[in-house]
């Protein structure tokens, strides 16, 4: 079979803007998607909103339309563009409500359009919750108890067989949204009637609880002869009752034995055959009693995912481009598997090593109370580390989260939590849980070991982890030899955190490496466990082992991505170093790419010509440029975590491309910047610069209330306060004035219009590409204000 010739058109449906539960993962599936449909000959007609992603980049698609994921629109396209198919399990939830939507109008009729990836029918079973539940049960699977309710009434009424608590899901919403957990019969109406107002069908399936059972998910494909595999097993760190996008996840499971996996393995593949789902990927989710062994299967998302994108970086296979393929007629025996150039894409992935993901939470602009996490999804990003050993991966991918945590820590003795916070997250499903449970047992000692585990539900095996970092820790801080070094360096500990245990700087501790010899080596993902050599370089770095691959030399540039996506460094910035690595390329260049994130298009293997799935610290970029023997890096398009590694990485000798280091501390120092515009005779707000806290009072006084108090290099506007009266100054926290990061007390311009210009310069020409104008007055975040192009109030001069 080859791909159909019958269909010469096809419509792809994006996502949408970003969403919580719905992010950068949707443009690497759908810019995978776009690329293998053109690749085999199709016109590829995009739909799609969202203007920061690399799939509405112009040249992308043949033709692209940024209009709203609404049915009415979908029929100009129709009508327009008259494509004989459409692809709708690329655009995550929204496109799977699309799709049902047109179905329901009678649309796809009407124009013939044909439905590829998953079937109408699919869909229909798949996220009907009734539905489903019939399908599991139809294969002599276990669902959890369950029942469906369409008013409060029938909710109400189920009270006397169902216990609390209960479990209130949604049909057809995202991300869990809607979802709750009911404890007791008080707040059940309420939660059960937003539910029911959530949902698009107001269906709700209410469920017996399976809180602190353990977790897992299969992602599999299947197509059209019934070929079907495992790409990859993914395991939850915390047990039942935290949303999967809120965990700590592990790939490959580590605490189920063999038969349980290979029943998890065969059920997922029936789930697949009984929905229907024949030409793409899915994921199954299941619970486990962590003492019966019982298997209850929770759900499945007939679509690629979050946990696609996370599979498919986890494993090296590509989910997304796989399932292109798969819906325009290939089967997987004849799609090559890319990253080795000989294997067909039937085999399934093996792994000889771990994968951890980290989720990134908000919580410094966004505090979460204690018991925050749940059923719905809170994250809004996620950070993925690749390791020899879970312990590695799980210190490695908490560092590359970056919330200020070196990895497993003592949240107390680093000074950032007290003994009653740590308390609080041990006790309450917080993202901090596991880092609590760690501290708690650094104080208390290896006897606390069963309250911990009586309290988070954590299993054995993963509270093993944290006794084998506390034994590590101890011979760090006893006595720092090359043995004790190295056994820490391959337990993923940073140079920094090893000379806070040690009482040293890291500057010696990268010191004593040298001495020692000691540096990390790169490592294929190759998808075989070493059994085909890789011919796409996708790798992460290890210590201890042997190196697999050779340096690229002088002229390869290194471009720092944003890592985690978080408010105000998200797929935008993914976007320009997506763009950056296609235009280096064009010129001949060769590029590696350095990211964490592994939702976003960036770190897909075929965008570089090397891609290192790491953390974006100073120790692990100067790493890969000592390795790769290049000193040439771009760190002004990933967001402001390049730009505040610019300084430490220009001391070791890169050289930064573009924007010298000076321009950049011009820019992000607020007294600087201030001191320049003055220099240039042009207009600014009254202000000054001040390197003390306590000489923030004296200047606003000298100023002038309202005033704005801006600090230097941060992101998105955090730590940026208006400010009306003295009383007002006192409320200001986490404000901290220094003469490497002075803070700008300015005169706030009340009703001011307020503009941003776009431009790029080559150091003599200059290239404004836009002007927009907010339509909120300054003073709303540019970020949070609606903008028009071009400006509406401005005159010519």
Not at 49 to 69: C, E, F, K, R
Not at 154 to 175: A, H, V
Not at 626 to 640: N, Y
Not at 661 to 673: H, M, Q, T, V, Y
């Amino acid at each position: 079979m080859s791909a159909r010739r019958d269909i010469k058109r096809i419509l792809v449906i994006g996502s949408g803007p970003i969403v919580i539960g719905q992010a950068c993962e949707f443009d690497y599936s759908g810019t995978q998607a776009v690329k293998a449909l053109k690749e085999e000959g199709y016109e590829v007609i995009l739909l799609n909103p969202n203007p920061a992603t690399v799939m509405t980049t112009p040249g992308m698609a043949d033709h692209i339309y940024l209009d709203p994921l609404r049915v009415e629109y979908v029929e100009q396209i129709f009508q327009r563009e008259r494509p004989d198919a459409i692809l709708t399990t690329m655009g995550g939830q929204s496109g799977l409500n699309l799709a049902l939507e047109l179905d329901e109008s009678g649309l796809l009729e009407q124009y013939g359009v044909q439905v590829i990836g998953s079937s109408i029918a699919s869909i229909k079973l798949a996220e009907d919750r009734g539905a489903f539940k019939k399908v599991i049960e139809g294969l002599g699977l276990e669902s959890a108890k369950s029942s469906i309710v369409h008013n409060l009434e029938e909710g109400m009424g189920l009270l006397e067989d169902f216990p609390f608590p209960l479990i209130i899901r949604p049909s057809y919403t995202l991300g869990g949204m809607g979802g709750s957990i009911a404890y007791n019969r008080e707040e059940y109406p309420s939660l059960l009637e937003h539910a029911m107002e959530t949902s698009p069908t107001h269906e709700v399936l209410i469920e017996e609880s399976l809180i602190g059972w353990k977790e897992f998910e299969m992602e599999v494909m299947r197509d059209k002869k019934d070929n079907a595999i495992i790409v990859c097993s993914i395991e939850n760190v915390d047990p039942m009752g935290v949303h999967t996008g809120d965990s700590i996840t592990i790939a490959p499971i580590q605490t189920l034995d063999e038969s349980s996996y290979q029943k998890m393995r065969d059920a997922s593949i029936a789930i697949l055959r009984a929905i229907g789902v024949d030409c793409g990927g899915s994921n199954v989710q299941f619970a486990v009693h962590p003492e019966t062994g019982r298997m209850v299967v929770i759900e499945m998302n007939p679509r690629v995912s979050r946990s696609s994108a996370l599979a498919s970086k986890a494993t090296g296979f590509p989910i997304a481009r796989c399932s292109a393929k798969l819906a325009v007629g290939y089967t997987l025996d004849e799609v090559v598997n890319e990253i080795t150039g000989q294997s067909v894409s039937c085999f399934e992935p093996v792994l000889d090593y771990c994968a951890v993901k980290v989720p990134r939470f908000e919580l410094e602009k966004f505090p979460l109370p204690i018991s925050a996490l749940g059923t719905q999804m809170r994250s809004i990003g996620e950070a993925l580390a690749l390791g020899r050993t879970a312990l590695e991966a799980l210190n490695k991918g908490i560092r590359s989260s970056e919330r200020k945590l070196e990895g497993l820590c003592n949240l107390i003795r680093i000074g950032l939590y007290d003994e009653e916070e740590v308390a609080g997250f041990l006790n309450s499903a917080h993202p901090l849980r596991l880092v609590a449970a760690y501290t708690t047992l650094c104080r208390e000692g290896l006897e606390v070991l069963p309250k911990i585990q009586e309290v988070t539900q954590f299993d054995p095996w993963f509270l093993n982890l944290l006794v084998e970092q506390l034994d590590i820790e101890k011979e760090v801080a006893f006595h720092l030899d090359e043995e004790t070094l190295l056994k820490a360096k391959k337990a993923g500990m940073s140079d920094v955190y090893i000379a806070m245990l040690s009482g040293r700087k890291a500057e010696d501790i990268e010191r004593l490496r040298y001495a020692y010899e000691m540096h990390p080596v790169t490592h294929h993902v190759d998808t075989c466990s070493g059994e085909f050599d890789a011919i796409t370089p996708y790798l992460y770095t290890t210590y201890g082992e042997t190196e697999e691959a050779e340096p690229m030399g002088e002229d390869a540039v290194v471009i720092l991505a944003s890592g985690p996506n978080r408010i105000g460094q998200g797929l935008e910035f993914d976007t320009c170093c997506t763009l950056a690595s296609m235009a280096y390329r064009r010129l001949g260049r060769k590029t590696i790419m350095v990211n964490s994130n592994p939702e976003t298009v960036s770190t897909d293997f075929n965008i570089s010509d090397r891609l290192y799935l790491q953390g974006l610290t100073a120790e692990e970029v100067k790493e890969i440029l000592r390795h790769e023997q290049t000193q040439r890096v771009v760190v002004q398009l990933g967001g402001q975590t390049p730009l505040n590694l610019a300084p430490s990485l220009t001391r070791a000798g890169a050289r930064l491309e573009g924007t010298s280091l000076e321009g950049l501390l011009d820019a992000g120092d607020r007294g600087k910047f201030s001191a320049l515009v003055s220099e240039l005779g042009l207009r600014q707000p009254k202000n000054k610069a001040v390197t003390k806290n306590e000489d923030i009072l004296f200047t606003a006084r000298e100023i002038g209330f309202p005033v704005l108090i801006r600090p230097s290099h941060v992101l998105g506007g955090r730590g940026m306060y208006i400010v009306y009266d003295e009383a007002g100054l006192t409320s200001i926290e986490g404000i901290e004035a220094s003469v490497e990061a002075p803070v700008l007390v300015d005169q706030f311009l009340e009703d001011a219009f307020e503009y941003d210009l776009d431009a790029v310069s080559d150091g003599e020409s200059l290239y404004v590409g836009g002007i927009l104008q907010h339509i909120e007055a300054a003073g709303i975040h540019s970020g949070d204000s609606a903008a028009v192009f071009p400006p509406y109030k401005s005159t010519p001069e």
